[in-house]
Each structure stands twice: as C-alpha cells, then as structure tokens.
C-alpha cells in the first residue's frame, strides 16, 4: 500500500458514485420484475465497475483501467443487443415482461 | 455250569494271559517307521479304484449300456484285495511299519527344524493295522461290486456307471483314509468317503428323501470333520507334525504344551469326528437315513467300511488317546450308550433295513466301547466279524427288496425261506442273524465277548458291562424278530410298490406297476448275488477262527495285527480275580450272562413273532393304552425324537437367525448405510433446493446475500486482524 | 519389448481391432485376442527366473518416470503376482468363450470392453510402482461399469451405479493413505517417489506406530470394499446378480483378488504395525464375513445370489489367512485366491449356461436338472464340491491353510511367527465349513437332484432382448464350446488340489518377504498385553523350559 499514491479527493468522489451506481443497479435487479428494467440495471452495475476502473487507473497512473472500459462497452453493447433480442423472444412467448413468468429451471 | 461256557471261560482267561503277555509292551517304544521305497506298487491300490472311476466316467460318456462298468470295478478292485494280499502274505502279521511314499501334497517349510514345515504327503504308512483293515475293506468292496453288478443291473446305462463310478470313488477315498501316512491324507480319505457317501445315498436322485438323506449325511459328518480338523491343527501345534511316524516317537518323548489349548483336547476333537463318521451319539441319526441308498451301498459303505473308519481312527491314534484316560472313558461310556439307545430304536422299527442300520450304530458302539475300555484288540476283531455279518445281512435285506419290489416292512413279509429261489438268501440271513445276536460260538460272539470281559475286568466300567449285557439280549431280540418275521412261518407277502426306487427308470416304472396289477411272481436273485451271498456267509464263519485259534491257545492273527500296530498301547489287561457278581470272576459272567442273553432274545422272538404274532401286537396296545407307559413304545417308534430335536435345537434357530441376518443385510447394511450414505448428498441438495426456486431475482438475491457474506467474513477477518495487531 | 509390456499391449490393440472390425468377427478377434495373452503370460511364466527367490522380475524400468511426480512405469511381477495374473489370462479367454452364445446385442462393444478390462487388471498385478497400480486397479472400474449398465439384467443401471461409487469411494481412502506415505517420504528425503518397494520401505520403518495405523486403515478401506469384507460387501451380490455372466466370471474369479492382492501386496507390507494393531479386528470381520454370509447363502432363492455371496464367505478365509501372520496363513490365502477365481468362476459360468436355456435363475423353477443335463449335473458337481472344499479338489488346500495359519496363529507359536488371533478364531470360522456345505448342497439339491422340473421360457420381455437370441440353438445338454470352457478350469481344479506343492513352493519365498517385519512387530504388540513369543525371547521364555 505504501506505494500507492493517496487518493485524490476527485478519485474518492468517483468511487463513491460508482459504489452508488451499482447499488442502485443491484437494489432494481433485485426489486423490480420487467425484464428491461433489470436489463438496464445490470447496465448500470457494469457501468459502475467501469467507473471503478478508471477511478483506480487514475490512481495508480495506469491506462490498464481505461483499457479495460472500452472492453466493457464493446461487450455492454454486444450484450445488450443480445439481451434485449432475447427480451423480444421472451416477451413473444408469454406476452409479458415479467421475470415471475420464467420459473421452469428450478429444481 | 453247562461244559461249554465253562471251556471257554478257561480259554478267554488263556487268551487274556495272551494279551497280558503283549501288555508288557505296552509300555515298549513304538517301532519307528521305516521308509520303503521298494514297496512303491502298493500305490496301485490307490491307483486301481481311480482308474476305474475314470473308466466308468469314460463309458457313461460312451453312453455303454452294458455292464461294463461293473466288470472294470469289480476286476479294479479285485486287483487291490490281490495287492493288499500279496503285502499281507509277503510281510506277515506283525511286520515293523513301513512308508511308501508316492508324491509330494501339502508339503513346505519356511526354514529348518521343527515346526518350520508343514509336511501332509501321499504317502502310504503301512503296518498290520492299516493291513488288517484294508483286508476286509478291499475283499468286500470286491464282492459287494460283484453283487451290485446284477443287483443294480435295471439301471444299466448312465445310472449303473453312475453307481460304479461312486464305489470306485469309494473305495480310492478309503484307502487313503486307511493307508495315509500323515492325517491330513487320512482328512481326505474322510471327506472322500464322505463324498462317495453323499453320492451313493443320494443315487436314486430324483426321491427328494434320498436327496435330503444325501446331504444330511453329508452334513453331519461336516460337523465331525470340524473336530478332526482342529484335532490336526492342535497336533501340529502340540507335536509339529501330523505325520504318523515321527508323531508316534515324539509322543513317546512327550509335546510341547503350546498356546492357548491344552493338548488334552486333542483327543476329544478326534473323537468328535470318529463319532460323526461311525454314527455315534451326538451325531448318528444321518446313518438310519443313509438306507435311501442303493443295499449294496448300505452293504459296503454303511456297515462294513466307512462307518469303522472312526473306530480305525482311534485305534490308529491310540497312543495319543492313551496319554489321555479321561478321553477313553468318554469314549467307552458314547459307546456303551449309543449301543444301548440305537438298540431300542432297533427294536421298534419295521423297515427291515432300518432295523439293521440301528444295529449297525448298536454294533460300532460296542466297537467304541472296545477301544475305551482297553481292548483294541476286541474292537479290531469286533469291526471284522461285523463286517461280514453286517454286510451278509444287507445283503440278503437287498435280495428279499429286490425280489419283492422293494418290499421292506417286515409286517408284509412272511415265509420267504419257501418262496421258491429264496432259500440260499435265508438260510445266509439266518447266519447273519446268529452272528449278529452273538450266539455261542460264532464270531460275532467271540469278537463281543472279548470287549465285555475287557469291560468287566476294569471296576470304573463294570457298570457299562452290565449295560452292554442288556443290549446284547435288545440286540439278540430285534435281529430275530426280523427274521422270523420274514422269513419263518406261513408264506404270504405283499409286493412294494417300486417306490422305493430300485429301479429308477420311468419306461420300466410303468410296466412293473401293471405287473403287479395282475399277478406278481417274485425274481429270486441269480449267480452273481447268491454267489456272493455265500462267499460272505463263507467269510462270516471263517471269521471266527481267530476265536476257535484261541480257543485251541493258539496264536491268532487278527490278535497278532493289532498288537503290532500303534494299537499296542490299549493292549494292557487289569487282572481282576475278584468276584465281580454271584462269586463269578468277569470271564464267566460275560460267558453266562452273555450266552443267556443271547438265546433269551431269540426265545423271545421265537416267541413273540414267529409262535404267537398277536401277542406282539397285544403288548405295544397294552403299553399304550396305560398311561405311564404310553411314552415307551412312542418314543422307541420315533428314534427318541432325536431328529426333532436337533431340528428344533440347530436347525431352526439357524434358519430363523438366517432370515434375520438376509433382512438385517438386505434392509439395514445395504438400505440404512449403503444406501443411506449414497442419499446424503440427494438430501444436502434438499436442504438448500428453496434457493433454486427459478425466479430469476431468487438466484440473484442468493448470489447478493452471498457475496455480502464473504465481504462480511472477510471484513471481519481482516477488522479482527486489524484489532489484534 | 519386454513381456509384460508385451502383455498388457495385446488386450489393448485387442480391444481396438475388436472396436473397428466387423461386429460378426468380434468374438473371434476378442478370443484370438486373449488367446495370445494368456500365451505370452506363459511364456513369460515359462521363462520367469525368480520363482524360488521372492524377487522381481523384470527388473527394469520400462520408460522415464514421469518427471517431477516420482512415478514409474515400472512393470515386473514375483510369483505371487504372476500366479494371480495367470489366473486372470487363463480366465480370461474362458470367459470370452462363454459370452458367445450369451451376447449377442452391441458385440463389439462387449468384448473391446472385456479387453480393457484384462489389460486394466493386467497392469495392476504388473505394476511396481503405487499409482500405476492405481491406474490399472481404478480403470477395471469403467469396462466393468459399462459391461453391467449395458449388457445386465433389470436392475443394471443401480448395481452398475452402486459398484462404481462403492468401490470408487473406498479407493479414494487407499490414495490418501498412499498419497501421505509418499508425500512424508518426500518430506524426508525430498524427492516424490511411488516405486513400491520405496514406500514400503520408508513407511514399515520410519512411520510411527500412530501413523501406520491410520496407513494401514486407509489402504484397507478401498481393499476391504474390493475384497469385499463382510460390512462393506453390499454392492457385490447387487453387481453379480446383475452382471452378464461374463462380467460375473471375471468379477469373482479375478477382481475381487486385486482387494486381497492389495492387501498382500501393499496393505500389510507398507504399515506393519497397522495390521498388527487391527489384526484382531479384521480377524471378526473375517468371521462375520464367512458365518453371516454363509446363513444368508443359506436362505437365497436365487442361484447366482448365492454364488455370490458364497464368495463373500470365501473370501473371509482369506482375509484369515491374510491377518494369521505366519507362512501357513498367508500361502493359504494365495491359495485360496487362486483356487476360488477357478471354483467360483466355473460355478457363475455353469449358472450362465443355464439361464441362457431357461432365462431364470431361480432355484424354485428348476429341479433335477441331472436328468436332463447330465453333463452340465457333472460339471456342477464338481465345482460345487471344489467350492466347499472337498479335499483333493483345490478350495481345499486353500481353506485348510487359511484356517490352521488362524489356529496357530498365537503369541508363542513356536514356529518362530507369533500372530495374534488364535485358535478360537479358526475354530468359530471353520463352523463356516459346516455352513459352506450345508448351502451349497441345497444349491445341488434344489438344481441338480430332485424330481425334473424344467423351467418354461421367461415371460419377461425385458431378458429377451437382452439374453440371446441363441436360446434356439443351444443343445439340451452342453455343447461342445461349453465342455471345452468348463474341462480345462477342471483340470485345473483338480490339478491344484492333488499336486500344490507346485505353487506352496513358490508362493513361500514371496510370502515371507510380506511377512519380513511381522515377527517382530507382533511380538512387540503381544509385550504391551503381557504376552510374548519365548523363542523370540521374552519373558516367558526363562518361565516355560520345554522338554
């Protein structure tokens, strides 16, 4: 730890909006049952490790996090063309939107 | 005093001044054996029976329906009775003992020295003793082959080489039982005869009785052998050895009392399995069943051989059982007993062969009494003479059964002695008879009486003579209630109904029955069985030579055989002068009572079955009808409920625990642990299956809480970690 | 090549030429196969050069070991292990022979998976080295798996299931145990190695008392399941009764002895002060195996049940024997391990040729089979009587030996191995001689005697499709393939029973290495209960003088 520069307050403030962000995705992923909010909520969860990523790249003067971040939104965009093309196949199916309505893995 | 008994009181106390004489070398080392490799054809006769087992193998493949196998058998085993005379003939009686050895069997060693090896060889020992008994086991194995040959003739084809393929087998087993030089060789000879035994009883195979008798017989002498076979593990551990040679010179010198067991127990462990082979209390009640064999097989094996090997084992042992007194008392007081028992079970039987099977156990007691009250000598003599009468009246119970279609119950056979044809089987049934009750002057009476004077000499037995004394006159009685049942008085019978199964062929099965439909015409036997009815009436009363040799005071050789062998340890005589019942010394009580012993039973008999028949009947109604002596006839006519009780004391606890212990496996150890053991992942599942309910937020919020617990554990770790530092 | 490397190739391209040729050659290419096997295994016993020292042989390294991990394909046998592994070649194309008429569904599969199944055992009784022993043991596993799942009876897929999980389970145990040996000899000497001959010597002398015990039972946990010993026993009559006859030959004839093998061969060897310290307690378990099984033998319905249970009883002769201590106990259990692969294996194959005529095995459909199988009555006569050790025949030497090695197995048997069981021990088992014949002669009794009842065909469809179509040209009686199976394993049976001196004097050589560090330590152990051996000097020596 020692060598690691102190976080600026700039960084902490980043970090705590990314804490913030992916609380906020993982409270809707887990209250919420329309399959595109959750969609979007793991959207957010994603975006906040991004944000972490780059908070901590600028901390340690590392590009690696910035990297990082355009890898995840290549993958968050290929992702979410399949998932909400899946969302579409689903929504066929049963003609609702709720999670509720996908039970049959279950044991 | 009548002239006669007193003769011969004079002439037994000659003869035991004899045995005296030799009692001196009691106490003689015992000759060691010598190897003699010269002798090695002697291995021929070990090597003849199994040729002809393999030839009878061979011809029932040929599918032979002719009676081949019986001509190989009978030249096979006439070979070795030829052998064994020319060994007999060139050694003389009381040669020194010799080992032949053939091949090497169980034999290795971890290093040198004693108890470093263990060494259980074919290897033949052979003194007078072995030569004695392999006399009349080969002669009538012989003659008992040649009567089976027309006797057993309806089964001609698979069946008859089936049958003489058992009596080969016979006779191999039992020559290594009484030529071994070691006793694991002897467990062979045992279990094999056992086989052949099992075989045999069990040829009619499609009777489910002689299925069961088979494998009874089988089993119970399982039961023996396990006494044999821990006898053979204490002697080796005891002396470190199980050969007889060098057994016999360190019994000399004494053992080593090694391990947990006394090496007086050995004894007792040989004797379980001597009263298991020779069909003694506990264990006799397979050789009554044994009679579902064929009569020739009841002929050779159940009365004439097999059944002594237990008397030929003690004897064999004897200066191992000498070291042990309270073991030959036990002996003598099984023998005494079973003798007494089987004599009025004998008594209460109707099938003839029955009959005669109790009083084969009867005889083998008095055998066993022999050899434990001292006299080897009388239990030999007795073992030889009963062969031949015992086997003659098989024999001729094996002609009338095969005459009257397998007719056995002496209530349906009357006058057969004028039945056209059947006069040579009465009149050597009758011999049979004489001799069996022990009538003045016939061997069976020499060979008795020598045992009950032994027995009366010796004052810790003289209770036991007494004793024997009844069962002399149960056995005089019996024997001739059978024959003057069948064979005197008015003619009349009632033909069997094949059912007995002598003649086992379903084509032939048919016909006869309609035969006897119509009218039934008894077939008396022919050369072959007549014949050999009167070699062995022959043999019967030569067998009493010895007895008339030393009423002459003259050597005899049966006497000179045992006294030369290992039996030469029982050989010591008590004198007792002293009166032992009305101012008589033992000599001539035996000879008085034992004479009117034996014509009291027959003059009962005479009596009560051939002059006056109701009057038997009348005496069994009045027993039963009386309350108090209801029990007598009903126990006798059910053996003294011996089967029931051993089927009530062994086998049914064993079959229950059976059961339980099949339950037990199958629904506890298999069920409960196994399958118990098996489940528990299926119910770890369980247990957290609510958590995989497939709502999608249900994985998830079990993946959040999850991974809040780590951060918790690890949080706290390192807080903890923190504190401490 | 050397010949063991030779011999553990043939089952190998066997099993692959049997896979690709044609499925009406199979059985050919499969008997050829193991034909040849069994011919260089006695070529190879023929030429073999230690059968009288206890030493290996060959004695060299067949390839590199595999770097950094201490294993060696070191492949070479001493007698013992060549005596078992010419059972398995003799076996072995005895079996295939006896599938013929039996299999006729998915051929090449059956018998390329007996191939790998000799060449699994094969490479067991081969190896010198620990893991390679536990490769060929653990891979018998899988041929055996898939030749009960696919070609069984009904209840194929749980016996195949219960005997891999059982027997895999146990195994686990005996490579832990293994695997601590070798990793505390790394330890000590910092290089892995699993070569046998080091382990053993490292673990019998620098492992304490604590440790070897726990050794001990670890290896034993996998053996005991093999062998199988009487608790641990449940998936064999399972496994038997579902098994095609074929697997059932092999099973009993030959891969249960990989348990007894294992503990002759590494158990006992590697922690002597283990088996010494639980000597007693596998000596009850022995008893158990051989009084419980043989009373439930005695209530079967079933014949190839029975069969299979019986060789549960058997085989706590052997673990006797095993635990004795002494030359006499452990040259009885080799026997006795031989001596049952033939009189057991013949017996599963005489049951075999009657369900393939009848589709039954249950003892009540059938009686009295003497009369209309005569020849098929011999054979089963005879292997019943081997079986219950009727002297001459060769179950008999085995018993006899396993027994009395138990009888003297005492603390001052003078014959310079002092044991710790004794004589209460033989005589409560050898009440299993009793039992042995009181179930099976009612085996006998209920097939082979007894008024004629011969079974109608199954109505069950299920057995149709797997038995064999066969059924229509079997004979009546035996067929000439049949007698040509069952005479050699007679003569065999006999040969052993009249003249064993020839495998007593080679198996002493090899036992008494097994037995080298035993004296001693079970003097040792007798010390701490105040007893002890006065020929391996001790107190009570001074106190007991003998004439």
């Known amino acids: ?107 | 005093m009548t002239l006669p008994s007193l003769m011969l009181a004079s002439v037994l106390a000659a003869a035991s001044g004899d045995a005296a004489g030799h009692g001196s070398l009691a106490d003689a080392p015992i000759v060691a054996a010598t190897a003699a490799p010269e002798l090695a054809w002697v291995g021929w006769v070990l090597a003849l029976p199994a040729l002809s087992a393999v030839a009878c193998v061979l011809l029932a493949m040929l599918r032979v329906r002719n009676k081949l196998p019986a001509a190989a058998t009978v030249l096979a085993l006439g070979g070795a009775f030829a052998l064994i005379l020319k060994l007999y003939l060139s050694r003389g009686p009381n040669a020194a003992p010799v080992i032949v050895h053939l091949w090497d069997w169980m034999n290795f060693g971890w290093g040198g020295g004693d108890w470093k090896s263990f060494q259980a060889d074919v290897s033949l020992y052979i003194d007078s003793l072995t030569l004695l008994w392999m006399l009349f086991v080969t002669g009538l194995g012989t003659l008992i082959a040649l009567f089976a040959s027309e006797y057993m003739e309806s089964e001609r084809g698979p069946g008859y080489a089936r049958f003489f393929f058992g009596v080969s087998i016979f006779l191999l087993a039992m020559a290594c039982l009484v030529m071994a030089d070691n006793l694991v060789l002897l467990y062979l000879g045992w279990e094999g005869v056992g086989l052949a035994s099992y075989l045999l009883i069990g040829f009619y195979y499609r009777k489910p009785s002689a299925v069961a008798a088979a494998k009874k017989a089988f089993i119970m002498n399982r039961v023996g052998d396990l006494g044999l076979a821990v006898g053979i593990w204490l002697i080796w551990v005891n002396y470190g050895t199980v050969e007889y040679g060098e057994l016999f010179q360190k019994l000399a010198v004494g053992g080593s009392d090694q391990g947990g067991w006394d090496r007086s127990l050995i004894p007792f462990c040989l004797m379980l399995g001597a009263f298991g082979k020779s069909a003694q209390l506990p264990l006799f009640t397979w050789l009554p069943d044994a009679m579902e064999g064929p009569t020739p097989v009841s002929a050779l094996i159940h009365a004439a051989t097999m059944v002594t090997a237990g008397v030929y084992l003690i004897a064999r042992m004897q200066p191992l059982f000498m070291l042990h007194p309270d073991a030959m008392t036990t002996v003598a007081w099984v023998g005494g007993i079973t003798a007494l028992v089987s004599a009025t079970i004998g008594m209460a039987q109707y099938d003839i062969k029955r009959v005669f099977a109790y009083s084969t156990v009867s005889q083998l007691g008095y055998m066993f009494m022999g050899l434990g009250v001292g006299t080897a000598f009388g239990a030999a003599y007795h073992v030889f003479t009963h062969a031949f009468f015992k086997a003659l009246l098989f024999l001729t119970a094996g002609a009338v059964m095969h005459g009257f279609a397998g007719q056995l119950d002496l209530r349906r056979l009357s006058g057969v002695r004028k039945v056209p044809g059947f006069g040579i089987v009465s009149w050597t049934m009758l011999v049979g008879c004489l001799w069996l009750a022990a009538f003045p002057y016939s061997a069976g009476f020499f060979s008795k009486d020598l045992i009950l004077v032994q027995a009366m000499s010796k004052p810790q037995f003289q209770i036991l003579g007494w004793l024997s004394l009844a069962t002399a006159a149960l056995t005089a009685y019996y024997t001739f209630r059978v024959w003057f049942r069948v064979c005197a008085g008015p003619v009349s019978y009632v033909p069997g109904e094949e059912a007995h199964g002598d003649h086992g062929h379903d084509d032939h099965g048919s016909q006869h029955h309609d035969d006897h439909g119509h009218a039934f015409h008894p077939h008396p036997p022919r050369l072959a069985m007549n014949g050999v009815l009167l070699l062995i009436c022959l043999g019967a009363i030569l067998a009493g030579i010895p007895g008339i040799q030393a009423l002459r005071g003259q050597h005899n050789w049966v006497q000179e055989m045992v006294y030369a062998s290992t039996a030469v340890r029982a050989a010591g005589v008590d004198h007792v002068t002293t009166p032992v019942a009305f101012g008589m010394d033992p000599h001539k009580v035996v000879s008085v009572f034992g004479i009117a012993a034996s014509l009291g039973g027959i003059a009962i008999a005479l009596w009560l079955h051939l002059l006056d028949r109701r009057m038997a009947d009348r005496i069994r109604t009045a027993l039963l009808s009386n309350g108090l002596t209801r029990w007598l006839p009903v126990a006798m006519e059910n053996k003294w409920y011996f089967d029931e009780i051993y089927h009530a004391l062994f086998r049914l606890p064993l079959w229950v625990a059976s059961h339980l212990l099949h339950f037990f496996d199958r629904h506890f150890i298999d069920g409960v642990l196994v399958n118990g053991v098996g489940r528990v992942p299926t119910v770890l599942g369980r247990l957290f299956q609510p958590l995989y309910n497939g709502a999608l937020q249900g994985y998830a919020t079990t993946m959040a809480g999850g991974v809040i617990l780590v951060l918790a554990w690890v949080a706290w770790r390192w807080l903890g970690a923190g504190g401490a530092a | ?547």
């Open chain 3, 1 to 547: 090549m050397s010949h063991p490397l030779v011999m553990l190739l043939i089952p190998v391209v066997g099993a692959a030429a049997t896979a690709v040729g044609p499925a009406r050659w199979a059985r050919w290419t499969a008997f050829l196969f193991t034909l040849a096997a069994f011919g260089v295994s006695v070529v190879h016993a023929a030429q073999f050069p230690e059968w009288h020292s206890g030493r290996f042989w060959p004695a060299v390294d067949e390839g590199a070991p595999l770097a950094a991990f201490g294993v060696h394909m070191q492949l070479g046998c001493d007698s013992v292990s060549l005596l078992l592994l010419l059972l398995t070649t003799f076996m072995m194309p005895l079996t295939i022979a006896g599938s013929f008429s039996a299999v006729s569904e998915r051929e090449r599969e059956y018998y390329a998976w007996f191939q790998l199944l000799e060449a699994g055992i094969l490479l067991a009784f081969l190896s010198r080295d620990f893991i390679v022993f536990y490769l060929g043991y653990e891979f018998t596993l899988v041929p055996m798996y898939f030749l009960i799942s696919i070609w069984g009876g009904q209840q194929r897929r749980t016996a195949a299931i219960k005997f891999f999980i059982f027997t895999f389970l146990g195994s686990i145990f005996t490579l832990a145990a293994a695997l601590y040996v070798a990793a505390r000899q790394a330890e000590a000497t910092g290089t892995w190695n699993f070569a046998l001959a080091s382990m053993v010597d490292f673990a019998s002398t620098q492992l304490t008392g604590r440790e070897q015990f726990w050794v001990f039972l670890g290896l034993m946990a996998g053996f005991a399941i093999k062998t199988p010993i009487f608790p641990v026993h449940s998936w064999l009559p399972l496994a038997h009764d579902q098994a095609p006859t074929g697997g059932s030959v092999i099973l009993a004839a030959v891969l249960l002895k990989l348990g007894t093998y294992g503990v002759y061969r590494i158990a006992l060897p590697m922690a002597p002060a283990g088996g010494v310290e639980t000597a007693t307690f596998f000596g009850v378990l022995g008893i158990l195996a051989i009084i419980a099984t043989a009373m439930i033998c005695w209530v079967q319905t079933d014949a190839k049940k029975l069969i299979a249970y019986s060789s549960v009883s058997h085989m706590g002769f052997v673990i006797m024997g095993l635990f004795a201590f002494n030359p006499v106990g452990l040259q009885g259990s080799v026997m006795y391990m031989i001596s049952h692969g033939l009189s057991t294996g013949a017996l599963f194959l005489c049951i075999g040729m009657i369900y393939e005529r009848f589709h039954t095995k249950e003892m009540d459909q059938m009686s009295g089979l003497a009369r209309h199988m005569p020849v098929w009555a011999c054979f089963m006569v005879l292997f019943t009587l081997a079986s219950l050790g009727l002297p001459g025949l060769n179950g008999f030497v085995g018993e006899f030996l396993c027994l009395m090695g138990t009888f003297v197995a005492e603390h001052d048997q003078p014959a310079g191995y002092p044991g710790v069981m004794g004589p209460w021990f033989a005589v409560v088992a050898a009440a299993g001689l009793i039992l042995g014949a009181m179930y099976l002669l009612i085996l006998l009794g209920k097939i082979v005697w007894g008024p004629l009842k011969v079974p109608g065909a199954s109505a069950d469809p299920h057995e149709h499709a797997h038995g064999d179509q066969g059924h229509g040209h079997l004979p009546r009686d035996l067929n000439f393939r049949e007698i040509a199976i069952l005479v050699p394993i007679a003569l065999a049976c006999l040969g052993t029973g009249l003249y064993p001196r020839l495998l007593l004097d080679v198996t002493e050589p090899s036992v008494r290495e097994t037995l080298a560090d035993y004296p001693a330590r079970v003097n040792e152990f007798n010390a701490e209960r105040g007893l002890k051996n006065p020929t391996l000097g001790g107190p009570v020596a001074a106190a007991e003088a003998r004439p």
């Open chain 1, 1 to 107: 730890m020692s060598e690691l520069a102190q976080p600026s307050a700039g960084i902490v403030v980043a970090l705590v909006l990314s804490a913030v962000l992916f609380t906020t995705g993982l409270v809707g992923f887990l209250v919420r049952r329309n399959m595109i909010l959750m969609f979007l909520c793991t959207e957010l969860m994603l975006q906040a490790a991004a944000l972490a990523f780059i908070a901590f790249g600028k901390m340690r003067g590392d590009t690696g996090g910035q990297v990082f971040v355009i890898f995840i939104l290549t993958v968050a965009a290929a992702e979410a063309a399949l998932a909400l093309g899946l969302v579409v196949l689903l929504y066929r199916r049963r003609e609702t939107l709720s999670a509720e309505a996908w039970q049959e893995l279950h044991e």
